[in-house]
């Protein structure tokens, strides 16, 4: 049955989007707001807004009781939980399944299975999808060295319930592991509760690329191309882009097979994202992780292949046909999407919360803003500092550099700090515009001289 009334899960310009994405259905939307978002563009274009509590998240939007409540009590016969915040969280999945709420997203189970990095391996593997070699999960230093012995440096520690680069570390040599690995366990058991570790090789010439899928919760899935999001920053994604223009035709066609190989055989339910690295020097593809939510970085598989990814997950979630037909879905132009954050780069990239005098964005062809700010917006210091996303779209990789570095320079944002600069010098540089990057890219050749 189509779904009449989400509550809207979430703040800022993911909020945003979902309730454009809602309206176009003719779906009713109640966005939760903190007390810090009470004026926020998302609050004003809902059918209904409600307070949850004060601007601590842990208070408001990390309260998967007060979410589910907050559903019930206004009507809701849906929940869409965005990105961040309590998206992969089976917590909330289990409470709103319980509460007859229809969770946009995949089951609680899948999200179970997927957020814990190591049982996600073993499905891989079972999957017969390929792994960077690794280990299980190491319990002290002491066992780390056996196991980067057998490796070989340098080796990659990774959290296992973690992500976006927390309880991460790479090790070079057996003083790195000393160093490093109390500390990054500690960090992970912080972050995510659990400061278990495991072992990869670490790959030095490496994309990071992600294939966006969606499927139907039968064993039908289909993806929408991949993602080349390489230009990271501490494991974060600063720039990203579809598709992956380096990648050859044979090496394509496996990443995909293998996304759809791995999903297809947890019978996966509405969108989401799986990660690989590419050894651009083998050719290799390995498995990293599944996101089992909406990326932010979704706006560029859309604008590739015109299709409007939030709208199809409303479609999934409330049982309606959804042509599932690959044949159906083409990439036949270049998308590039920079992340525009309150953060002074020149400053170790300290947030620069504050209000905002003038929003002045670019405008034309093939030029997308997805934001929740305007003049006048306080950015509030309590959440993520990203305030909006550029995405140019173009005929191809050269053509769509050009027009991301034009779209840059006409940006005009003023009253805060913002990463903008650091993203003109980005696009600018002749490594980006040749394609001449990878994953170590930004922080070993762009970002030392930026700062100096």
């Known amino acids: 049955m189509p779904l009449k009334k989400v509550l809207v899960a979430n703040r800022g310009e993911i909020a945003v989007r979902v309730i454009r994405a809602a309206q176009a259905l003719g779906i009713e939307t109640v966005q939760v707001v903190s007390d810090a978002d009470r004026d926020s563009l998302a609050a004003h274009m809902a059918d209904r807004t409600v307070v949850l509590g004060p601007a601590q998240s842990r208070l408001s939007y990390l309260d998967p009781k007060l979410l589910v409540h907050a559903a019930i009590k206004t009507d809701c016969d849906s929940l869409h939980p965005g990105y961040g915040f309590l998206s992969e969280r089976a917590e909330l999945a289990d409470l709103c399944s319980d509460h007859g709420v229809v969770f946009v997203g995949p089951t609680a189970d899948t999200i179970d299975a997927l957020g814990d990095k190591l049982r996600a391996r073993a499905i891989a593997k079972d999957a017969g999808v390929a792994l960077v070699p690794g280990t299980d999960s190491i319990a002290n230093v002491d066992q780390a060295k056996q196991a980067a012995e057998g490796i070989g440096f340098p080796v990659v520690m990774k959290a296992s319930a973690g992500g976006g680069g927390r309880g991460m570390f790479i090790a070079r040599d057996y003083a790195d592991l000393d160093v490093s690995f109390d500390k990054a366990s500690a960090e992970a058991e912080e972050a995510f509760g659990d400061g278990t570790l495991y072992m990869e ?252």
């Open 201 to 452: 090789r670490f790959v030095g010439n490496a994309r990071h690329v992600e294939v966006q899928v969606l499927g139907d919760g039968d064993g039908r899935v289909v993806h929408f191309g991949e993602r080349d999001c390489s230009t990271q920053r501490r494991y974060q994604k600063v720039v990203e882009e579809a598709p992956c223009a380096i990648m050859p035709t044979d090496a394509r066609a496996k990443l995909h097979r293998s996304a759809i190989q791995l999903l297809s055989s947890l019978n996966y339910r509405n969108a989401g994202t799986v990660e690989f690295l590419y050894d651009v020097d083998t050719n290799d593809i390995y498995f990293i992780e599944v996101n089992t939510r909406i990326q932010v970085e979704h706006p560029v598989s859309e604008q590739v292949t015109g299709a409007d990814l939030v709208q199809l997950q409303f479609k999934v979630a409330g049982g309606e046909p959804v042509d599932f037909d690959q044949s159906h879905i083409h990439v036949n132009r270049h998308a590039i999407e920079c992340r525009i954050n309150a953060e002074d780069a020149s400053n170790n990239f300290t947030p620069s919360p504050g209000r905002i005098a003038t929003w002045q964005p670019p405008r034309g062809a093939g030029i997308r803003i997805d934001s929740h700010c305007a003049d006048g917006y306080l950015v509030p210091p309590y959440y993520d500092s990203m305030i909006g996303k550029l995405i140019v779209t173009a005929s191809d990789r050269d053509a769509a550099v050009e027009r991301m570095i034009a779209a840059l320079e006409e940006f005009q944002i003023v009253g805060i700090t913002t990463n903008l600069p650091i993203l003109r010098h980005i696009v600018s540089h002749p490594d980006f515009k040749d394609n001449a990057i990878s994953t170590r890219w930004l922080e070993s050749s762009v970002l030392a001289d930026f700062q100096q």
